[in-house]
């Protein structure tokens, strides 16, 4: 008599394991991509932040001289190193019907990269110079 034995295995085949891995392997490489995108996008709020506080600055500075009536229409320029980037900070003052009373335009720029020519902080502001 012959006896057969059938042997239930249990366990996964090759081509499970490796289909498995298909999957974590995609699923690495997303969370990767996103993680990626993410750190991207905080480097750019920080510049954003620390480019904020330059023009604000640049626009302290000229408020303090026009409390002393030396303002004057035209450009000013600044570089400043700030938060491990080198910044430049452009003014344009300009004259406005009103006397005494000039229209304020700043820019900032990451000067340590030059492809990037987007300002990273813009604001426009009005300056009074002292009325006696």
Known sequence: ??????????????????????????GLVTVIQVTTAYIGNITELE???????????HIAQIRFESETNRVKSGNKSERVKLGGYRWRSKAKISKTEVERVFLLEVEVVDEGNPKSKKPYAFFTTAVTENFQ
Do not use: C, P
């Not at 008599?1 to 298909?22: D, N």
């Open 1 to 26: 008599m012959l006896i057969k034995s059938i042997h239930k295995t249990r366990g996964f085949t090759l081509i499970e394991v490796l289909v498995a891995l298909v999957f974590v392997a995609f």
């Open 47 to 57: 510049k954003r932040v620390l480019a904020s506080w330059v023009a604000s600055n």
